[in-house]
């Protein structure tokens, strides 16, 4: 039982909902003892209050009409029907006599003239705590007023009651949430810590249980643990894909190197015919080292490993320095290039990247163009999905893509044109570089031609 116990308290659930329960009952105990204090000075303030009243009405009486009239006035108090169970007093001559009230005078204690005390006083047959105010008057006499305070101590007794009734019910409510909260903190970190062992026995396809869409911090945070999963399983399939396409892609360049080399290795070919061979395999080389560091990029920018501080920056200084770039190779292409700023559209970013990312996305509209097409690159601000994003737009009138392949574009080693040069990781980069800056790229269709929109949250 003691190791049990002992295994259950390492518990960092538990522990935080016995701190819980234990803060949520002392404010409740502290809350409750200040209203019992509160409440019973208020009522002895209330009876000083009265005696005080008293006392100064029969004193000054006393002072004006006498003893007699004094006498009478102290008779109708202790008759009048308000409280007389519960009022004291005594009138004594000045000789010590008895005059007018019910206390006895031999039962009456010793007693001090500056303030009220409480003392035991015997009445009858009968001993109870009364709280009395002593006031001597000038010719020697004794006024005492008092106030019997069995009353008192029974609504004392009641609040403390209520008062013990209510800590016993925040005692329940403490451990009523203690209990609930260890119930809600076991089950949403149970559920992550069986999906994450699941996990590491290759079950890669599990996924934590959501109960409801209440939207709470435990939901979220499972929904929140799935969609990190997913994406996890979404870059392990990327890189499975990855490494296939590069072997599929660089066995068939690595396959015509080694036969031109093999080739000249064992043909008897002159010598210019060997430097061709090995001016062609160079240029296999150069070309696989191209295809190697745009995947390297490509995977920088993914994984944010080459990321500059950001800066503010516009698709409109980008745009103008790209479209000025390419205007004598579209000139040269038969393209006709075009810019349009209809707002600056400001963004915050690494310039050289998204410069490059303009630049993949402008080449292939002049190479899948075709001669006499009509390029154009517009810079603007649009609001989508409930936010506004800084855009810049590359648009052409060509011949277009299929509607089934446009959702391949972005996806490494796609090409629509094989007899075209490149590798297909123009806009795969172009699509890592937009998600490095929080944005994205939107391909659809012109009709005719394809409309490709970077974009990024507007600054």
């Not at 005390?117 to 109870?128: P, R």
């Not at 069995?150 to 329940?172: W, Y």
């Not at 745009?294 to 200084?317: D, H, N, V, Y």
Request: glycine share 8%; charged share 20%; net charge negative.
């Amino acid at each position: 039982m003691t190791g049990s116990g002992h295994g259950l308290w390492r518990s960092a659930g538990l522990r935080l909902a016995a701190l819980s329960g234990f803060l949520v009952l002392l404010a409740m105990l502290a809350a409750l003892a200040l209203v019992y204090i509160q409440v019973s000075s208020v009522l002895h303030r209330n009876v000083d209050r009265q005696l005080l009243q008293t006392q100064q009405r029969l004193a000054l009486q006393y002072a004006h009409e006498g003893p007699e009239a004094t006498a009478q006035a102290i008779h109708r108090v202790l008759h009048d029907g308000r409280d007389t169970d519960l009022e004291l007093v005594l009138l004594t001559t000045p000789d010590g006599r008895f005059l007018a009230g019910n206390i006895d005078v031999e039962s009456l204690p010793p007693l001090r003239t500056t303030g009220a005390t409480v003392q035991q006083l015997a009445l009858g047959t009968q001993t109870v705590d009364a709280q009395l105010l002593a006031h001597p008057l000038p010719d020697g006499a004794l006024l005492v007023l008092g106030h019997d305070l069995r009353e008192l101590r029974r609504i004392e007794s009641t609040v403390a009651t209520a008062s013990l009734v209510a800590g016993l019910f925040s005692l329940a409510l403490a451990l009523a949430s203690a209990w609930f909260l260890r119930r809600e903190l076991g089950r949403s970190v149970n559920a992550l810590h069986q999906t994450i062992t699941r996990i590491a026995g290759g079950q890669l396809h599990e996924r934590v249980p959501v109960e409801d869409d209440s939207g709470d911090e435990f939901v979220r945070l499972e929904q929140d643990f799935n969609h990190m999963l997913d994406r996890i399983g979404q870059l392990m399939e990327g890189v499975t894909h990855v490494s296939d396409a590069i072997a599929h892609n660089l066995r068939t360049p690595l396959t015509r190197l080694r036969l031109r080399l093999q080739a000249a290795h064992d043909g008897t070919a002159d010598a210019a015919a060997l430097r061709t061979a090995l001016q062609s395999a160079m240029h296999d080389i150069d070309d696989l080292s191209r295809v190697l560091d745009k995947l390297l990029s490509i995977a920088q920018a993914e994984s944010g490993t080459r990321r500059a501080p950001f800066a503010p920056t516009s698709w409109q200084a980008i745009g103008e320095d790209v479209v000025e770039l390419y205007e004598d190779l579209a000139e040269h292409e038969g393209v006709s290039l075009h810019w349009e700023c209809t707002h600056p559209a400001p963004v915050l970013g690494d310039r050289h990247l998204l410069a490059g990312a303009l630049v993949n996305v402008v080449d292939n509209a002049i190479k899948y163009g075709g001669r006499g097409a009509r390029v154009q690159v517009r810079s603007q601000v649009q609001a989508r999905d409930g936010a506004a994003w800084s855009e810049i737009v590359v648009q052409d009138d060509g011949p277009g893509a299929p509607p089934q392949a446009i959702a391949t574009l972005g996806e490494r080693f796609v090409r629509l044109r094989p007899e075209l040069p490149g590798h297909g990781l123009g806009l795969a980069s172009v699509q890592a570089v937009m998600r490095l800056h929080g944005g994205g790229m939107r391909i659809e269709p012109a009709e005719p031609g394809l409309r490709v929109t970077l974009r990024l949250p507007l600054s």
